[in-house]
C-alpha cells in the first residue's frame, strides 16, 4: 500500500506536463525516499530523470517499494483537475492507482496500471563533462526563442569566460552571449573552449520545466550529449535531461 498526500500540487503537475512532453509511458519507483522515474523517449535522443522526495508531502505512508507503469499523459489530464487551493492524495492498493483531490468537494480518479516492461536506458550516470554553466532559465528560455526562428538546431559555446548560443540560417544568424560578471550567468566552469550542437524542438520542450526551479545547469562536452538541470529552492523536487547532440559535418 502507498498513501501520500501533497497540498501544493502545482509543483507535481508542473513536473509530470514536462515529462508528457517528451514520455508517453513510464515506470515510476516509489520508495521510502520519494518518487522516481528515469526514462528514455521513442527516439532514444532524450532521456529523463525525474525525483520528488517524500518531503514533498503533507504525509507519506509506504509498506514496501513499489514500481508502477503509468500512461504519463493520463496522470497528467488528472493531476490538471485540481487547483491551486485543493490537496491531491494518491493511493496505490489493490493494483489501482488512485487520486483524490480534495477542495470544493472531494472527486476521485482511477488510473489503470500498465505492465511495461523495463526498457534499457542509456548510462547516463557514465557521462563525464568537460563544461558546466548555471544560469537563469528564462535567459536560456530567450535563447533558445531566438535560434527557433532561424534554424532547427543550436551551437552552444563555452570558455572560460562567457556562453554562447549561436544559431545560424541560410541568410539568418543569432546570438546570445553572456559573459562572466553578468547577473544572468551565476557560474561557468569550463576546461577551455567547449562546443556542441543540439536539436531545439527538444530544448523547447525541457525548457518547460523552468516553471518550477530559480536556476538551469547545464553539463556538457565537446560534440557530446548535454545533461540540463533544474530543481526546486528547497531541492524536494528535481528534473534532469540529457540529450544527445547533433553533430554536423564541418564542426
Do not use: C, H, W
Not at 492524495?89 to 480534495?102: G, H, R
Amino acid at each position: 500500500m502507498f498513501k501520500a498526500t501533497i497540498t501544493k500540487p502545482s509543483i507535481l503537475t508542473d513536473s509530470i506536463s514536462t515529462i508528457a512532453e517528451l514520455i508517453d509511458e513510464g515506470i515510476f519507483k516509489i520508495t521510502n525516499k520519494g518518487i522516481s522515474l528515469v526514462a528514455a523517449d521513442r527516439a532514444m535522443v532524450a532521456v529523463v530523470d525525474f525525483f520528488i522526495s517524500s518531503d514533498a508531502f503533507e504525509s507519506y505512508e509506504l509498506d514496501k517499494e513499489q514500481n508502477i507503469g503509468v500512461n504519463i499523459s493520463n496522470l497528467l489530464s488528472v493531476l490538471k483537475r485540481a487547483g491551486s487551493g485543493d490537496k491531491v492524495t494518491i493511493l496505490l492498493q489493490d493494483n489501482k492507482l488512485e487520486v483524490l483531490i480534495e477542495g470544493k468537494g472531494k472527486r476521485k480518479f482511477v488510473i489503470p496500471l500498465l505492465d511495461i516492461a523495463p526498457e534499457e536506458v542509456p548510462p547516463v550516470d557514465q557521462l563525464e563533462f568537460t563544461s558546466q554553466v548555471t544560469l537563469k532559465p528564462e535567459v536560456l528560455q530567450s535563447g533558445v526563442e531566438d535560434a527557433e526562428i532561424v534554424s532547427d538546431s543550436v551551437l552552444i559555446e563555452t570558455s572560460p569566460n562567457s556562453f554562447s548560443m549561436i544559431a545560424e540560417g541560410d541568410i539568418s544568424r543569432t546570438e546570445l552571449e553572456l559573459k562572466s560578471g553578468d547577473e544572468s550567468l551565476m557560474e561557468i566552469k569550463t576546461s577551455g573552449s567547449v562546443k556542441a550542437r543540439y536539436p531545439l524542438d527538444y530544448l523547447k520542450k525541457m525548457m518547460k520545466a523552468a516553471k518550477f526551479s530559480d536556476v538551469v545547469r547545464i553539463k556538457y562536452a565537446q560534440d557530446y550529449p548535454m545533461k540540463m538541470e533544474f530543481e526546486t529552492s528547497d531541492k524536494k523536487v528535481s528534473l534532469s535531461f540529457v540529450l544527445a547532440p547533433r553533430v554536423s559535418e564541418g564542426e
